[in-house]
C-alpha cells in the first residue's frame, strides 16, 4: 500500500554505491515507504538490489512499493 495519498513529487537523492537498507531506510525516513525492512526485503527477493541506481528521483507518496522500485531501478539521464 502507497504511504499516503499524497501525488505531490519529492525529489529523492541517492549517492552513489549507498546499500538497499539504507536507500529503504532514507524513503521511509521521507515518507515515501511505510516499511523500511520491506522494501529491502522487495528489491533482494527480486534480485534488484545491485540495480538500485545513484541519482536524483521523483517520487510520491502515493506510489505504490513497486512503482517506487521501479523508479530507482531506472537509471536517470
Do not use: C, H, K, W
Not at 54 to 61: I, K, T, V
Not at 64 to 75: D, F, H, K, N, Y
Request: glycine share 8%; net charge negative.
Amino acid at each position: 500500500n502507497p504511504a499516503s495519498v499524497d501525488d505531490r513529487p519529492v525529489r529523492f537523492e541517492v549517492a552513489p554505491g549507498t546499500p538497499a537498507r539504507a536507500i529503504g531506510q532514507n524513503l521511509e525516513q521521507a515518507g515515501l515507504i511505510r516499511d523500511a525492512t520491506l522494501f529491502e526485503a522487495y528489491v533482494r527477493v527480486n534480485g534488484l538490489d545491485n540495480r538500485l541506481a545513484a541519482g536524483g528521483f521523483s517520487l510520491a507518496p502515493s506510489m505504490s512499493l513497486r512503482e517506487i522500485v521501479e523508479t530507482l531501478t531506472q537509471a536517470q539521464a
